[in-house]
C-alpha cells in the first residue's frame, strides 16, 4: 500500500530535475498531511481524522497560470485506496497585506484504477453506487477551500468537500 506515495514522491522529485528548466522545479508541490472529518450523518461509521493518508503532487500550468494538474491517493470514507486526478482553480489570491491568502477549488475524479491497490475503492457508499451504474467505482470531488502560506514553501488550507465533509491539510511548495 505504501508503493504508491513512494511513487508520486519518486516522480515529483525526479521529473522535473530531469528537466532542462531548472525553473521546472518551482511549478511543482506536494500535499499531505490531511485531516477529515464529516459533518453530517456521522455516528463514527467513517474512516476520518488523519486516517485518510492523503497524498498528492500537484504542478501549475506555467508560473503565471491559476490552474494546476493534480495527481494523489488516499483512503477514502470506508478505508479503501483509491486514486484522486484533478484540477485545482485559483479564485483568488491576496495582495499587499493580504498576500499570503488564496480562495481555491479543486475539480477532481477520486476512485478506482486499474493498479490493484485502488480495486476497491468502489466497494462501498457513492463510490458504489457509481460502479453499478458506469462500471467504475468513483466520485467526483468539488472542493473549495482557504489557504494559507506562511512562506514560500509551507502553506495549510481548510475547507469543505461538497456536501460536508470538512478538511485540513498541508502544502509543501518547491518555489
Avoid at 528537466?19 to 490531511?34: D, K, P, R
Avoid at 477520486?110 to 490493484?116: A, Y
Avoid at 457509481?130 to 470531488?141: C, E, H, Q
Wanted: hydrophobic fraction near 35%.
Amino acid at each position: 500500500m505504501r508503493k504508491m506515495p513512494n511513487a508520486l514522491v519518486f516522480i515529483a522529485t525526479v521529473v522535473p530535475a530531469a528537466s532542462s528548466y531548472s525553473s521546472e522545479l518551482n511549478l511543482y508541490s506536494v500535499n499531505t498531511g490531511s485531516f477529515v472529518y464529516h459533518m453530517t450523518g456521522n455516528h463514527g461509521q467513517y474512516n476520518e481524522k488523519f486516517n485518510n493518508d492523503f497524498f498528492s503532487v500537484e504542478r501549475k500550468f506555467s508560473a503565471e497560470s491559476k490552474y494546476s494538474l493534480l495527481i494523489g491517493t488516499m483512503k477514502n470514507s470506508f478505508a479503501d485506496r483509491c486514486l484522486t486526478l484533478g484540477v485545482r482553480r485559483d479564485w483568488l489570491q491576496g495582495s499587499n497585506h493580504n498576500k499570503g491568502w488564496t480562495f481555491k477549488g479543486i475539480y477532481a475524479y477520486t476512485g478506482e484504477f486499474f493498479f490493484d491497490a485502488f480495486s476497491h475503492c468502489g466497494d462501498e457508499g457513492a463510490y458504489h453506487t457509481a460502479r453499478k451504474i458506469t462500471g467504475v467505482g468513483f466520485s467526483p470531488y468539488i472542493y473549495h477551500g482557504l489557504q494559507y502560506n506562511f512562506t514560500d514553501y509551507f502553506g495549510i488550507e481548510s475547507g469543505i468537500i461538497l456536501p460536508s465533509i470538512f478538511v485540513v491539510s498541508m502544502q509543501w511548495s518547491f518555489r
